[in-house]
């Protein structure tokens, strides 16, 4: 695996020099050096096709295997920001637990603080860790959290999910058809269409994605 750049200090940053130099805002916590996620310096895909965009778990378990599996564009980036991929648009997933929380906020100080590379922050994507309403402690930590990511997606409880072999389930494509009406789709077999929600949040996703590689440098 490709070795991190970011691992300790501001990459770029010459003391003599100056040179590539970043500027944090003021005021921002920077994330200490072991809470941050590694920057690669080697491309994660190397054959095509290319991930469109990449999940990036904030935490072991955060649900990245699954729905890299559920949505055919998407990407496992490793634990760490893709800097050397083609397309380098990032989703930071996490758990709504305590550490999941915790763990996504550290990780939107690094992008903010400009300590991702050359990857755009998509937003961030939570999971409910359990069914049910989350704590009000944890409400109040979530919509903290989410207030420092550009977008943010709240994925519900999906409990057909819990059935399903990891080869059971479905796959979203951004060219498929819209599933069956609500009413049908309940009837369906679980393994033939994925769930709306999933569909839908990960549309908006795909359309973030094509919209932050029109904007980067080639």
């Known amino acids: ?12 940053n010459d003391p003599d020099t100056g040179a590539g130099r970043i500027v944090v805002p003021a005021g921002l916590r920077v994330p200490p050096p072991e809470s941050r996620a590694p920057v690669w310096d080697e491309a994660i895909a190397t054959t095509a096709p290319r ?10 378990g955060a649900c990245v295997s699954t729905l890299t599996r559920t949505w055919a ?24 637990h305590r ?20 990857c755009a922050l998509l937003g961030l994507l939570t999971v409910p860790d359990a069914d049910g309403k989350l704590p009000a402690t944890l409400r109040r930590q979530l919509d903290v ?12 409880y999906l409990p057909s999910y819990r059935t399903l072999t990891y080869s059971q389930m479905p796959v979203w494509s951004p ?11 309940r009837r369906t077999d679980p393994t033939a269409y994925p769930d709306p929600k999933l569909a839908e949040i990960g549309a908006e996703i795909f359309a973030a994605a094509r919209l932050a590689a029109a904007q980067q440098a080639p």
């Open 1 to 12: 695996m490709a070795s991190p750049l970011a691992r300790e200090g501001v990459p770029g």
């Open 51 to 60: 991930p469109a965009f990449w999940l990036l778990g904030a935490h072991g």
């Open 73 to 96: 564009p998407a990407g496992d980036s490793r634990r760490g920001w893709p800097a050397a991929d083609r397309y380098r648009g990032v989703v930071i997933v996490a758990r709504t």
């Open 99 to 118: 550490e999941g929380l915790q763990s996504a906020h550290e990780l939107l100080l690094q992008a903010i603080a400009g300590l991702s590379g050359d």
């Open 145 to 156: 959290v989410e207030s420092a990511a550009p977008q943010f997606w709240r994925l519900p």
């Open 175 to 185: 060219s498929d058809p819209p599933p069956p009406p609500g009413s049908k789709l």
